[in-house]
């Protein structure tokens, strides 16, 4: 039986306002539990992620369009308004009238009133969008920010407070554009003039990236989900954001070396690092949840490596066993994950300050645990996929401040300022916060927003 799209995407999107479960989950779920074809899945994809990346202007639309108080609508027919909003403000290709005709025909399921309602706000919306006034952008910026690119406007203060108006605003806008998919090859199994010659024949569409040498940058996967993409199930390739593939490189291993990676899933950075090893010595990949090891440990088949030891352990925990051990301890550590907003748009929703506060004092305690892995002259990464600076620079000093074995790697070795000189080559691009560690901005340099800092002990 054919699913209903537009059903589905209902569907979703009222599990993850119940739950609050993450987008990619949700997706992920109903996808696995319904038969439907590719058309059906992106179409429900596009949907349920435009609408979580643009819901607090399609709820400011509602509010300005609808008599009843909002809190007084009908739940399931916000989310109703919501995908019909979207799709005649951002979805070109679909008609006004079929957008309105089947958000009317959902509405009339609850009941017959509740189809009027819905479809006296939709088509008001098309008549009148472009008198619907916004709040003063020059008296109110945080405000217009806020709603435009639908952020909350917490996070839109804070930013502005960092980084100034015009980068907030292009920020903001990154967010909400869609990432391009980007896959490491990996040189155990192939190379990558061979895996192009693959996607070639396949009709992926793609290009090399402009950080990494053995990176892709895939534009379209010509209607293939990537696990079906030839070569995936040979292990030729792995999913990686250029961001996180810094973290290998800075990290400059060499063969035969001992490496722990105490947050380790879904295991990116320890198959990068075990790959740049040339499948010699050993990495410690470690997780706290059981259910996230065995993604590593499907990477790690599937890629042929045998120089990787997946482990349930939990990054707070001290473990004697490694005490002075590593050359290589990686830290990346759990984080408010500001800096994936446009792969996961659900995140700017379901975090406060307050989080943001409380986590800083666990990446301390996570950070300070795992230094103690580390051997004389061997060093120490801490990374994040955030863009929040309590979690970033000031964990990092304060380490330092209490750790006084350590020392950033500036341009110990060079390779923290050659990654910074290789990304800092457009006017505007010197807003490191400290130049001895390295931020990522997806509107600046086209990755995840990522943060990272080198760190060697000295004797």
Known sequence: MK??????????????????????????????????????????????????????????????????????IHHEVVIILRMGLYQIEFMSKVPDSAAVDECVKLAKKINPEQG????????????????????????????????????????????????GISFTETLLKANNNSPDLIVRVNPLKTTKEALMRHLDEAGVVYEPSRY??????????????????????????????????FVGILSDVKEGQTVVDVCSAPGGKATHVAQLMNNTGVVYARD??????????????????DNIKVQIFDAQLFDKALEHKADVVLVDAPCSGLGIIRRKPDIKYNKSIEELLELSELQKQI?????EYVKDQGTLIYSTCTLNFEENEAVVRWFLEHHPKFELDGDQGGHLSIVNRALLTEKGLGLLADTEML??????????GFFIAKMIKVK
């Open 288 to 305: 706290l949840h059981e259910h996230k090891l065995s993604l590593i440990m499907e990477n790690v088949e599937r890629l042929g490596l």
């Open 3 to 72: 699913v209903n799209a537009r059903k589905m995407a209902l569907r979703i999107l009222g599990q993850i306002d119940k739950d609050k479960s993450f987008s990619h989950i949700a997706l992920n779920r109903y996808f696995e539990q319904y038969e439907m074809d590719s058309i059906d899945r992106r179409f429900i994809s596009y949907l349920v992620l435009g609408i979580l990346e643009n819901k607090i202007l399609l709820d400011f639309y509602i509010r300005k369009l609808s008599k009843l108080r909002f809190g007084k």
């Open 116 to 163: 009027k309602f819905v479809n006296g706000i939709l088509r008001t919306f098309i008549r009148e969008k472009d008198k619907i006034e916004f709040p003063d952008a020059k008296r109110h910026p945080s405000t217009y920010l806020s709603i435009l690119y639908s952020h909350p406007e917490w996070m839109v203060e804070r930013w502005m407070d960092q980084f």
């Open 439 to 448: 931020t990522l901005y997806p509107n600046q340099h086209g990755t995840d």
């Open 367 to 371: 950070l300070s645990t795992s230094s």
């Open 212 to 245: 990494i040498k053995d990176a892709l940058v895939i534009k379209s996967l010509n209607a293939l989900s990537i696990d079906v993409v030839p070569g995936f199930e040979e292990g030729f390739f792995q999913v990686q954001d250029e961001s996180s593939m």
